[in-house]
């Protein structure tokens, strides 16, 4: 049997090709049976541009409805599909191609002129356009295909995506995830979650991360659902469509807006059949008032790049197995979870060490990252994620902090090496040290606290101009606070949990 994702998604979709499988936001749709055609179209233009299975697309684009038959033409043709965030600025895309070798890059037709010198010193062979409506040169390039029907032949461990997840040294590492990984991910959420004939999405997330991706768009084709395509989470656009949707999967951010708008009312949600949480921590404030607001509990769960999805809370609730604030529930079917201490030693029911984990969607490895790859795995094939968690005597895990001091800000992952090394480039900044503050609309904000070299005068205002230059908007500090001297342990380590405590009450509300 062909283990290709693509095949796979394709022996899902409705036997009545004619249904809706994508509609936008002006109400056009788009059948599942132009998604299947149009998926033909763009791995035909692959395959004519010399991209071979295996080799890398890099994909810088703007949310569309084309994106997605890029990405399912990707997996059709064998190629390895590589999204890159839109906010990733040129000196970070640099990193990203030259790392990955890509066969062909697509980005958006107003970054094409920055991005061709980067792209050409990478040694990319192709570089195309395509934008938020669908316009750009591999856009033109497929209108002109015809559908090519062949499915590369693909085994459930050969490349289907690299996602660049960050690293605490501020080198980016390519998260290499299989056919298989993807393919039983998606089925197994599609049941686990109680998909079912005429279910219909409400998808307002980005497409260049795994929540997106892979688990909102390839559990919905899976099942043969239709896709309310958003380009981007609008609360008003939401409250419209929840009427003809079913299931909704969004990051806390998402539900905190709904809240606050005075249009999301019981009435409102009444048609929905499940809200759906994950990328980033929900407060359990935010859990309580969502159902005391409709009645409702969000089903949260957790996962990260490396390994899709990896926990649920459960979706038929029973006592002992109801929906809990403050967890993200029971492994998935077929995934083993544990709590290890730094060494590897076991730990028993509520003992808080690292979170580890194995099954059919944890990661091949990272690329050309041979050395990190194997500090990841324990010798038994259990990934040490890094996030540290304890499991309660209910069988229930809790994410109770993230090793490595990593940030989550409106879903995206922030890893303050990265940003550190770029502010302490900064003429008059001694050093710095980013942590991660609570924010009542992102989660956590980026927040950098910096030290002044002798007799300088850098300010705020100059530390953020230049982040702004350098990174994506959503690493850039909110904050920047001066201090005489970072505290440090005896170790000469920062004490970053005394600089979160001390500036805890900066974005309260009052």
């Known amino acids: 049997m062909n283990q290709n994702l693509f095949a796979i998604l394709r022996d899902c979709f409705p036997a009545d090709r004619a249904r809706p499988a994508i509609v936008q936001p002006d109400g056009a749709e788009i059948s599942y049976g132009e998604l299947e055609a149009a998926a033909g179209r763009y791995a035909n233009?692959?395959?004519r541009l010399g991209c071979e299975p295996g080799d890398r697309v890099a994909?810088?684009?703007?949310?569309?409805?084309?994106?997605?038959?890029?990405?399912?033409?990707?997996?059709?043709?064998?190629?390895?599909?590589?999204?890159?965030?839109?906010?990733?600025?040129?000196d970070e895309v640099a990193y990203f191609l030259g790392d990955a070798a890509p066969t062909l890059f697509v980005c958006r037709p107003e970054a094409e002129a920055s991005l061709k010198p980067v792209a050409d010193k990478a040694g990319v062979a192709n570089l195309m356009t395509l934008d938020a409506?669908?316009?750009?040169?591999?856009?033109?390039?497929?209108?002109?295909?015809?559908?090519?029907?062949?499915?590369?032949e693909a085994g459930e461990d050969d490349l289907?995506?690299?996602?660049?997840?960050?690293?605490?040294?501020?080198?980016?590492?390519?998260?290499?995830?299989?056919?298989?990984?993807?393919s039983s991910n998606a089925i197994t959420l599609r049941d686990l979650w109680g998909f079912r004939e005429g279910d219909a999405l409400l998808h307002a997330l980005p497409i260049f991360h795994v929540h997106g991706l892979f688990v909102a768009l390839n559990t919905s084709l899976a099942n043969g659902s239709t896709i309310f395509f958003l380009p981007k989470f609008d609360a008003d656009e939401v409250l419209r469509l929840m009427p003809k949707a079913?299931?909704?999967?969004?990051?806390?951010?998402?539900?905190?807006?709904?809240?606050?708008?005075?249009?999301?009312?019981?009435?409102?949600?009444?048609?929905?059949?499940?809200?759906?949480?994950?990328?980033?921590?929900?407060?359990?404030?935010?859990?309580?008032e969502f159902e005391e607001r409709t009645g409702m509990r969000i089903l949260e769960r957790y996962g990260m790049t490396e390994v899709g999805m990896a926990t649920s809370n459960p979706y038929e609730e029973a006592p002992g197995?109801?929906?809990?604030?403050?967890?993200?529930?029971?492994?998935?079917?077929?995934?083993?979870?544990?709590?290890?201490?730094?060494?590897?030693?076991?730990?028993?029911?509520?003992?808080?060490?690292?979170?580890?984990?194995?099954?059919?969607?944890v990661f091949k490895g990272y690329w050309k990252m041979p050395e990190k790859t194997a500090e990841e795995f324990r010798d038994d094939g259990f990934f040490v994620s890094g996030d540290l968690a304890k499991i309660d005597a209910d069988g229930y895990v809790h994410i109770v902090g993230r090793a490595k001091d990593l940030v989550i800000s409106g879903g995206f992952n922030v890893y303050p090496k990265e940003i550190?090394?770029?502010?302490?480039?900064?003429?008059?900044?001694?050093?710095?040290?980013?942590?991660?503050?609570?924010?009542?609309?992102?989660?956590?904000?980026?927040?950098?606290?910096?030290?002044?070299?002798?007799?300088?005068?850098?300010?705020?205002?100059?530390?953020?101009?230049?982040?702004?230059?350098?990174?994506?908007?959503?690493?850039?500090?909110?904050?920047?606070?001066?201090?005489?001297?970072?505290p440090r342990n005896t170790m000469g380590k920062v004490q970053k949990a005394e600089l979160r405590k001390a500036y805890e009450e900066t974005f309260k509300q009052s």
């Open 45 to 47: 233009v692959l395959r």
């Open 59 to 90: 994909v810088q684009v703007d949310k569309s409805v084309e994106a997605v038959f890029l990405y399912l033409g990707c997996a059709q043709a064998g190629c390895v599909y590589l999204p890159l965030n839109v906010a990733y600025t040129a």
């Open 133 to 152: 409506e669908g316009e750009g040169t591999l856009a033109e390039a497929a209108r002109a295909a015809s559908p090519d029907g062949e499915i590369h």
């Open 160 to 182: 289907a995506a690299i996602l660049y997840t960050s690293g605490t040294t501020g080198r980016s590492k390519g998260a290499m995830l299989t056919h298989g990984n993807l």
């Open 246 to 288: 079913t299931v909704m999967m969004g990051v806390p951010t998402f539900y905190v807006r709904l809240l606050q708008h005075p249009g999301f009312t019981r009435e409102a949600a009444a048609g929905m059949r499940l809200f759906i949480s994950g990328s980033a921590p929900l407060l359990e404030e935010t859990f309580r």
């Open 321 to 361: 197995r109801e929906r809990r604030a403050g967890t993200v529930g029971f492994p998935l079917p077929g995934v083993e979870v544990r709590i290890a201490d730094e060494d590897g030693k076991l730990l028993g029911r509520d003992e808080i060490g690292v979170l580890e984990m194995r099954g059919p969607n």
């Open 420 to 486: 550190e090394l770029v502010v302490d480039d900064i003429p008059g900044v001694g050093e710095s040290a980013v942590i991660g503050l609570p924010h009542p609309d992102f989660g956590e904000a980026v927040t950098a606290v910096c030290t002044r070299a002798p007799g300088e005068e850098v300010d705020e205002a100059a530390v953020v101009t230049v982040c702004k230059q350098k990174l994506a908007n959503f690493k850039v500090p909110k904050r920047v606070f001066f201090v005489e001297q970072l």
